[in-house]
């Protein structure tokens, strides 16, 4: 799928095959148009959960008696940023997470080594059993098991991948009562009203009840030690934490972000896709999107950072349009079976 197959916001990038979208007669889409333009607003606001994740980190630094922070890290360039920031800024204990679905790039497994090194950070990865991942994006790679709004932001193999670090991230903060959940998220990903939030636990257990529904009762059952117990909802009530993602509300330029995380030795790995800085299994997750529905699972998250400014339109397009590459979906399927 390429630019030229179809019709593309001449605003933002968001295509024909995008469901809902609509286009006015001057080639803007309808999530343009209700786009208000508030770039002083915004800035204000950034400005606001600046201030507000500042008082957060001054209350809860250094009163657990583990950890201030558990911060899911992938080894991509964001969620490396996120560490830097959370570190050097805030002066934070980081314990840093990194859930190996195999098919993390040996580059970024070597980047969660130096910069957890260099910013003396301490780091934890959790490895599932092949079998169990094979299993599961197996399944997701030929089935949408997910409701259909979640396909308009990540394809079902991100959503399952996702969900599980999530869920163990979570879980590790109520073990270890560690105060805070920290993401990399990018501007696009999640809005800024969800940068500073107490985690709903009541939310929370809906929300892991329904995805564990979704799998047959066997994967369920080999992905039981990922999710939260039941029982935590009740002995850990008072433990549950705060989430963060703050790049929401700091500046977000995507070749400042490289230089910065270059600093603690980080490198840009050459054989992901466009849109990761550490998954080999991106390039397959988003073909089978792109096959099943038509639109790029990126598509919707590079829309929001050039409506707001952070990425260029032509960066945009070079990362949703740009075909896959064949040898990664090559190796990811081959390495499933499939």
Known sequence: MTHPDVKVCSHCILP?????????????????????????????KRKTYRHRLDSLATKIRGKSGSYDVVMAYSGGKDSTYTLKLLKEQFDLRILALTFDNHFVSPMALQNIKRASDTLQVDSMIVRPPWPTIKALFSLTARQDIFPAPTLLRASTICTACIGLVKSLTLKTALEMAIPLVAF?????????QSAIMKTNAELMRRNQQAMKRVFPAEMTSRLASYFVPDTY???????????????????????????????????????????????????FANHCHLQR?????????????????????????????????????????EKLGL
């Open 233 to 283: 909802y009740e002995i850990y009530e008072d433990r549950f934490p705060y989430n963060i993602h703050p790049l929401a509300f700091f500046d977000y330029n995507e070749e400042g972000i490289k230089k910065a995380v270059s600093d603690l030795g980080w490198q840009d790995p050459a054989d992901t896709d466009t849109n990761s800085t550490n998954c080999l299994l991106n390039a």
């Open 184 to 192: 990399g998220w990018s501007p696009g990903q999640a809005p800024i």
């Open 16 to 44: 024909e095959t995008f469901p809902g979208v609509s286009f006015d007669e001057h080639g803007k889409c309808n999530h343009c148009l209700r786009e208000s333009p508030g770039g002083e607003k915004r800035d204000e």
């Open 293 to 333: 529905h038509g639109f790029h699972p990126y598509v919707w998250e590079i829309a929001n950072m050039v409506r707001q400014g952070v990425m260029g339109r032509d960066e945009g397009i070079k990362k949703i349009y740009a075909e896959q590459d064949q040898d990664q979906i090559r190796y990811a399927r």
